[in-house]
Protein backbone atom coordinates (compact mmCIF):
# COMPACT_ATOMS: atom_id res chain seq x y z
CA UNK A 1 0.00 0.00 0.00
CA UNK A 2 1.69 3.03 -1.49
CA UNK A 3 1.99 6.58 0.97
CA UNK A 4 1.09 9.11 -1.97
CA UNK A 5 2.40 12.52 -0.18
CA UNK A 6 2.75 12.95 3.92
CA UNK A 7 4.91 10.44 5.50
CA UNK A 8 4.01 8.21 8.90
CA UNK A 9 4.75 9.70 11.98
CA UNK A 10 8.19 9.05 13.07
CA UNK A 11 8.97 5.43 13.74
CA UNK A 12 5.59 4.15 13.15
CA UNK A 13 7.07 2.53 9.83
CA UNK A 14 9.06 0.42 12.23
CA UNK A 15 6.80 -0.17 14.88
CA UNK A 16 3.50 -0.82 13.29
CA UNK A 17 4.26 -2.71 9.80
CA UNK A 18 0.31 -3.24 9.32
CA UNK A 19 -0.41 1.08 9.08
CA UNK A 20 2.11 0.92 6.04
CA UNK A 21 2.12 -2.89 4.50
CA UNK A 22 -1.35 -4.70 4.71
CA UNK A 23 0.41 -7.19 2.75
CA UNK A 24 3.32 -8.05 4.70
CA UNK A 25 3.36 -11.25 6.43
CA UNK A 26 6.32 -12.12 8.38
CA UNK A 27 8.33 -10.20 10.42
CA UNK A 28 10.94 -10.61 13.43
CA UNK A 29 11.10 -8.55 16.29
CA UNK A 30 12.62 -8.69 19.99
CA UNK A 31 10.39 -9.27 22.84
CA UNK A 32 9.95 -6.05 25.01
CA UNK A 33 7.09 -6.58 27.83
CA UNK A 34 5.42 -10.25 29.14
CA UNK A 35 2.55 -10.59 30.62
CA UNK A 36 2.12 -13.90 32.54
CA UNK A 37 -1.34 -15.47 33.51
CA UNK A 38 -1.90 -16.81 36.81
CA UNK A 39 -1.85 -20.64 35.49
CA UNK A 40 1.79 -19.33 34.17
CA UNK A 41 0.44 -21.70 30.85
CA UNK A 42 -0.49 -18.71 29.25
CA UNK A 43 -0.28 -15.09 28.44
CA UNK A 44 0.79 -12.39 26.39
CA UNK A 45 4.11 -10.71 24.91
CA UNK A 46 4.63 -6.71 23.66
CA UNK A 47 7.02 -6.71 20.66
CA UNK A 48 9.67 -4.22 19.31
CA UNK A 49 7.62 -4.41 16.09
CA UNK A 50 4.70 -5.87 14.82
CA UNK A 51 2.62 -6.74 11.90
CA UNK A 52 -0.28 -8.08 13.61
CA UNK A 53 -2.88 -5.80 13.23
CA UNK A 54 -4.87 -5.59 16.65
CA UNK A 55 -8.93 -5.11 17.20
CA UNK A 56 -10.11 -1.71 16.25
CA UNK A 57 -12.29 0.34 14.67
CA UNK A 58 -14.52 -2.47 13.85
CA UNK A 59 -11.87 -4.52 12.53
CA UNK A 60 -10.92 -7.60 13.98
CA UNK A 61 -7.77 -8.84 15.19
CA UNK A 62 -5.10 -10.62 13.41
CA UNK A 63 -4.00 -13.93 14.32
CA UNK A 64 -1.07 -16.28 13.20
CA UNK A 65 2.33 -17.22 15.15
CA UNK A 66 5.61 -16.33 16.93
CA UNK A 67 8.38 -19.00 16.46
CA UNK A 68 11.00 -18.52 18.65
CA UNK A 69 14.22 -20.64 19.65
CA UNK A 70 12.26 -23.15 21.78
CA UNK A 71 9.04 -23.58 19.92
CA UNK A 72 5.98 -21.89 18.04
CA UNK A 73 3.33 -19.96 20.08
CA UNK A 74 -0.21 -19.14 18.66
CA UNK A 75 -1.50 -15.65 18.98
CA UNK A 76 -5.36 -15.50 19.75
CA UNK A 77 -5.60 -12.25 20.04
CA UNK A 78 -4.52 -8.97 19.70
CA UNK A 79 -5.07 -5.56 21.54
CA UNK A 80 -3.85 -2.17 22.11
CA UNK A 81 -3.85 -1.03 25.83
CA UNK A 82 -2.38 2.69 26.35
CA UNK A 83 -0.29 2.87 23.10
CA UNK A 84 1.43 -1.11 23.77
CA UNK A 85 0.35 -3.72 21.36
CA UNK A 86 -0.38 -7.18 23.39
CA UNK A 87 -0.27 -10.50 21.55
CA UNK A 88 -1.98 -13.00 23.88
CA UNK A 89 -0.75 -16.74 23.05
CA UNK A 90 -0.71 -19.88 24.05
CA UNK A 91 2.19 -21.45 26.27
CA UNK A 92 3.81 -20.33 28.47
CA UNK A 93 5.61 -17.06 27.29
CA UNK A 94 8.84 -16.12 26.12
CA UNK A 95 11.36 -13.94 28.53
CA UNK A 96 12.30 -10.62 27.42
CA UNK A 97 14.70 -9.96 24.93
CA UNK A 98 13.45 -13.29 23.31
CA UNK A 99 13.88 -13.31 19.60
CA UNK A 100 10.63 -13.94 17.55
CA UNK A 101 9.34 -14.77 13.45
CA UNK A 102 6.18 -13.56 13.71
CA UNK A 103 3.76 -14.77 10.64
CA UNK A 104 0.49 -13.84 10.14
CA UNK A 105 -2.47 -15.67 8.73
CA UNK A 106 -2.64 -14.40 5.58
CA UNK A 107 -6.00 -16.24 4.48
CA UNK A 108 -7.70 -14.20 7.32
CA UNK A 109 -6.10 -11.25 6.96
CA UNK A 110 -6.90 -10.95 3.12
CA UNK A 111 -10.36 -11.60 4.00
CA UNK A 112 -10.95 -9.07 6.19
CA UNK A 113 -8.78 -6.55 3.44
CA UNK A 114 -11.27 -6.84 1.34
CA UNK A 115 -14.19 -7.05 3.71
CA UNK A 116 -13.18 -3.81 4.92
CA UNK A 117 -12.32 -2.49 1.91
CA UNK A 118 -15.67 -3.32 0.28
CA UNK A 119 -17.60 -1.68 3.51
CA UNK A 120 -15.59 1.50 2.48
CA UNK A 121 -16.92 1.58 -0.93
CA UNK A 122 -20.26 1.33 0.63
CA UNK A 123 -19.57 4.20 2.45
CA UNK A 124 -18.33 6.26 -0.66
CA UNK A 125 -21.52 5.05 -2.21
CA UNK A 126 -23.53 6.45 0.11
CA UNK A 127 -21.59 9.43 0.95
CA UNK A 128 -21.71 10.35 -2.94
CA UNK A 129 -25.54 9.34 -3.82
CA UNK A 130 -26.73 10.78 -0.61
CA UNK A 131 -24.32 12.58 1.58
CA UNK A 132 -24.83 10.49 4.46
CA UNK A 133 -22.14 9.63 7.15
CA UNK A 134 -21.63 6.24 8.95
CA UNK A 135 -22.30 6.53 12.43
CA UNK A 136 -20.91 2.97 13.38
CA UNK A 137 -19.94 -0.74 11.68
CA UNK A 138 -18.63 -4.23 12.99
CA UNK A 139 -16.68 -6.95 10.40
CA UNK A 140 -15.98 -10.34 10.23
CA UNK A 141 -14.17 -12.39 7.09
CA UNK A 142 -16.23 -12.18 4.20
CA UNK A 143 -19.65 -9.89 6.55
CA UNK A 144 -19.81 -6.53 7.69
CA UNK A 145 -22.43 -3.76 8.11
CA UNK A 146 -22.64 -0.13 8.53
CA UNK A 147 -24.97 2.45 10.17
CA UNK A 148 -26.40 5.67 8.13
CA UNK A 149 -28.78 7.69 9.37
CA UNK A 150 -30.98 7.87 6.57
CA UNK A 151 -33.97 10.24 6.61
CA UNK A 152 -37.29 7.67 6.22
CA UNK A 153 -37.85 9.22 2.31
CA UNK A 154 -34.62 7.61 1.38
CA UNK A 155 -35.07 4.42 3.47
CA UNK A 156 -38.43 3.57 2.44
CA UNK A 157 -37.01 2.74 -1.01
CA UNK A 158 -37.72 -1.18 -1.46
CA UNK A 159 -35.25 -1.51 -3.64
CA UNK A 160 -32.67 0.34 -2.08
CA UNK A 161 -30.19 -2.60 -1.22
CA UNK A 162 -30.79 -3.34 -4.86
CA UNK A 163 -29.55 0.14 -5.81
CA UNK A 164 -26.79 0.17 -3.10
CA UNK A 165 -25.53 -3.16 -4.30
CA UNK A 166 -25.17 -2.34 -7.87
CA UNK A 167 -23.61 0.79 -7.18
CA UNK A 168 -21.02 -1.04 -5.08
CA UNK A 169 -20.30 -3.48 -7.90
CA UNK A 170 -19.60 -0.53 -9.84
CA UNK A 171 -17.25 1.31 -8.02
CA UNK A 172 -15.47 -2.52 -7.51
CA UNK A 173 -15.25 -2.99 -11.22
CA UNK A 174 -13.28 0.29 -11.89
CA UNK A 175 -10.08 -0.65 -9.96
CA UNK A 176 -10.05 2.23 -8.27
CA UNK A 177 -6.42 2.53 -7.01
CA UNK A 178 -6.12 2.72 -2.81
CA UNK A 179 -3.27 4.32 -1.31
CA UNK A 180 -2.86 5.37 2.43
CA UNK A 181 -1.67 8.62 3.52
CA UNK A 182 -1.17 10.48 7.36
CA UNK A 183 -2.21 14.34 7.48
CA UNK A 184 -2.36 16.76 9.68
CA UNK A 185 -5.34 16.53 11.97
CA UNK A 186 -6.31 20.32 11.01
CA UNK A 187 -6.91 19.20 8.07
CA UNK A 188 -9.22 16.64 8.89
CA UNK A 189 -10.79 19.98 10.97
CA UNK A 190 -11.66 21.67 7.65
CA UNK A 191 -13.12 18.92 5.86
CA UNK A 192 -16.02 17.12 6.98
CA UNK A 193 -15.60 13.79 4.93
CA UNK A 194 -12.43 12.75 6.06
CA UNK A 195 -13.78 11.72 9.46
CA UNK A 196 -17.36 10.34 8.72
CA UNK A 197 -17.57 8.68 12.85
CA UNK A 198 -18.39 10.48 15.79
CA UNK A 199 -15.20 12.74 16.02
CA UNK A 200 -14.86 11.87 19.42
CA UNK A 201 -13.71 7.62 18.46
CA UNK A 202 -10.95 10.05 17.22
CA UNK A 203 -9.01 10.92 20.21
CA UNK A 204 -7.85 14.63 19.60
CA UNK A 205 -3.87 13.38 20.39
CA UNK A 206 -3.96 11.09 17.35
CA UNK A 207 -2.19 14.00 14.89
CA UNK A 208 -1.41 13.27 12.05
CA UNK A 209 -4.27 11.21 10.58
CA UNK A 210 -3.86 7.45 8.93
CA UNK A 211 -5.98 8.45 5.87
CA UNK A 212 -7.29 5.79 3.24
CA UNK A 213 -8.13 7.13 0.12
CA UNK A 214 -10.28 5.02 -2.99
CA UNK A 215 -9.12 7.36 -5.78
CA UNK A 216 -11.99 9.18 -6.97
CA UNK A 217 -14.36 7.32 -5.03
CA UNK A 218 -13.73 7.64 -1.07
CA UNK A 219 -11.20 9.75 1.37
CA UNK A 220 -11.55 9.30 5.19
CA UNK A 221 -9.49 8.55 8.31
CA UNK A 222 -8.96 4.88 8.80
CA UNK A 223 -6.54 2.53 10.85
CA UNK A 224 -6.99 -0.93 9.36
CA UNK A 225 -5.69 -2.85 6.40
CA UNK A 226 -7.45 -2.38 2.98
CA UNK A 227 -6.04 -3.62 -0.64
CA UNK A 228 -4.64 -1.87 -3.04
CA UNK A 229 -7.30 -2.01 -5.50
CA UNK A 230 -10.95 -2.35 -5.24
CA UNK A 231 -10.32 -4.53 -8.06
CA UNK A 232 -9.28 -7.49 -5.48
CA UNK A 233 -12.10 -7.02 -3.65
CA UNK A 234 -14.13 -9.44 -5.77
CA UNK A 235 -18.06 -9.38 -5.73
CA UNK A 236 -20.19 -7.88 -2.99
CA UNK A 237 -24.12 -8.92 -1.96
CA UNK A 238 -26.15 -6.76 0.09
CA UNK A 239 -27.86 -9.46 2.54
CA UNK A 240 -30.27 -7.07 4.59
CA UNK A 241 -31.35 -3.31 5.23
CA UNK A 242 -32.78 -3.16 8.65
CA UNK A 243 -34.21 -0.42 10.96
CA UNK A 244 -32.35 -0.22 13.86
CA UNK A 245 -34.59 3.12 15.33
CA UNK A 246 -35.61 6.50 14.04
CA UNK A 247 -31.46 7.89 13.31
CA UNK A 248 -29.92 4.28 12.77
CA UNK A 249 -30.91 2.32 9.27
CA UNK A 250 -28.22 -0.66 8.95
CA UNK A 251 -26.60 -2.35 5.61
CA UNK A 252 -25.44 -5.54 5.63
CA UNK A 253 -23.12 -7.19 3.11
CA UNK A 254 -21.20 -10.45 2.46
CA UNK A 255 -17.99 -10.15 0.15
CA UNK A 256 -18.35 -13.08 -2.64
CA UNK A 257 -15.19 -14.71 -5.29
CA UNK A 258 -15.80 -13.74 -8.64
CA UNK A 259 -15.36 -10.47 -10.71
CA UNK A 260 -18.60 -7.71 -10.01
CA UNK A 261 -21.87 -8.75 -12.48
Known amino acids: MGVPGNPPPPGLADTELFAVDAYRTEFEATVTEV ?16 AFYPT ?22 VRRERGIIWHTIDGEP ?7 QGTI ?37 LKGRLDFPFPAAAWGSADLGAQVERRINEEIAKAHEIVVDFLPRTDADV ?37 LS ?11 TESKGKDNKRIRIEVLEGAPE
Not at 56 to 77: E, K, M, N, S
Not at 230 to 240: C, D, F, L, N, S
Request: proline share 6%.
Open 35 to 50: ERAPDGQSGRVALART
Open 56 to 77: GGGQPHDIGTLQTADGTYFVTG
Open 94 to 100: PAVGAEV
Open 105 to 141: DWGRRHQLMRTHTALHVLCGVIWADYAIPVTGGNMEP
Open 191 to 227: DPALIRTSANLIPREIDPLRVIDIVGLDRQADGGTHL
Open 230 to 240: TAEVGRVRVVG
